[in-house]
């Protein structure tokens, strides 16, 4: 068994962890200049990260916050993943962003004559 690094790129720790499915997603999101390694913003994705770091960084729509615990060796599956991090994300509700569609589809025939009815009216108020 190999030891583990005592430093590691972040890019590769971010996909060791399975917040990104490939690591050059992660490294687009690191240059992109959006991560955070203990408050101080970094841009390139070669910036070496230890166990203790905090992690701040966007990930689908809300931003995760989270304490390294260890540096893997590999890619493993999910539950060895989290081993790795410390989850700090404060967790809210999801809300809809915009009413949802009823699904009744197109208005019927007597349906377009009420609806033109009602806005005739409507107007000669």
């Keep these: 068994m190999t030891e583990q690094p005592s430093k590691l790129r972040i890019d590769k720790w971010l996909w060791q962890a399975r917040f990104f499915k490939t ?30 770091d905090v992690l701040t960084f966007p990930q689908a729509d809300q931003i995760r916050v989270v304490r390294i615990q260890a540096l893997g060796n590999r890619r493993g599956p999910a539950p060895e993943a989290q081993q790795l991090y ?9 809300v809809p962003r915009a009413p949802k569609f009823e699904g009744k589809g197109r208005p019927s025939k007597k349906d377009r004559r009420n609806l033109d009815f009602m806005k005739k009216t409507h107007l000669e108020d």
């Design 86 to 94: 410390f989850d700090m994300t404060e967790w809210r509700e999801k």
């Design 23 to 52: 690591r050059t997603l992660a490294a687009k999101v690191v240059s992109s200049g959006h991560v955070r390694i203990n408050g101080s913003k970094i841009a390139k994705p070669s910036a070496a990260v230890s166990p203790e």
